[in-house]
């Protein structure tokens, strides 16, 4: 299993960033190779579909998402697609007079005979992307740390 990190200081009130973050039908403008995202209501649970370009082809797959403004985290678990399996979360908390936008992503791309390979490849796409929502939704001053 593979995970990647990224922590943004950005001057932004908690709560203004976590609304930021939980409007992931915005990333297709903001990050490079995410291609779309369609977001729906089912059985009263968010779920997202996600098309996002990888190697020369397209990674496909829907997750539900479960916001909560109470604690300021987006969690969101793969139920089908490209990947074995995929979830984590976005989280929003204080600091100082503004806050600290944290994304952890754990995945398995379910192919052992290429993991080495593939899987460090797509822990740079995948930083490089969430890096860039950042960056869009906060602005070039975003401080990002992570791996």
Known sequence: ??????????????????????????????????????????????????????????????????????????TFRMLHGDFKEFFGEWRVEPQGSGSAVSFTASFDLGIPALRAVLEPIAAKSLHTNMSAVLRGLFGAGVEIEGR
Request: glycine share 6%; no cysteine; proline share 7%.
């Open 1 to 74: 299993m593979r995970e990647v990190r990224i922590t943004g200081s950005i001057s932004s009130a908690p709560d203004d960033a976590f609304a930021a973050v939980s409007n992931i039908e915005r990333f297709p403008a903001l990050a490079p190779d995410v291609r779309e995202v369609n977001v729906s209501e089912v059985d009263g649970h968010r779920q997202s579909a996600w098309k996002v370009k990888f190697r020369g082809g397209m990674l496909e797959w829907t997750e539900r998402d479960d916001p909560d403004p109470t604690t300021r985290t987006l």
